[in-house]
């Protein structure tokens, strides 16, 4: 089995991916105590989310995200990986949708 890059490519995508989401959430919450439930936050212009309404599921699914991605840069648990990566593509649907790709294709560098 010849390892590559895909994994820890997949991985640093999938985290980043986490933790913007759950900083775009972050603020979509701030926003929304800050107009006390009338308005909504700012969103920011690298957060094209498709999520982002709902600031506990997103960041829900952005930690999971973050824990998928260490799972990529390990290659351990490939299931759980690319569930993570999926919900990385729900938190940011551009550095997602690569990692999704990368990990799909990668499945024999994991392990079980």
């Known amino acids: 089995m010849q390892k590559t890059k895909r994994p820890v490519v997949a991985g640093i995508l999938t985290i980043l991916s986490g ?3 759950s900083f775009g959430a972050l603020n979509y919450a701030v926003g929304l ?3 006390r439930g009338f308005g909504q936050g700012d969103i920011p212009p690298f957060m094209p989310s498709i999520i982002y309404g709902v600031p506990s599921v997103s960041t829900a699914i952005a930690v999971f995200a973050v824990v998928a991605g260490i799972f990529c840069l390990r ?9 993570g990566t999926v919900a990385a593509a729900l938190s940011m649907l551009l550095l997602g949708l690569p990692a999704v790709i990368l990990v799909a294709l990668s499945r024999d560098e994991f392990k079980a």
Do not use: T
């Open 19 to 21: 933790a913007l989401g």
């Open 33 to 35: 105590i800050q107009a």
């Open 75 to 83: 290659r351990s648990h490939w299931r759980w990986a690319l569930a």
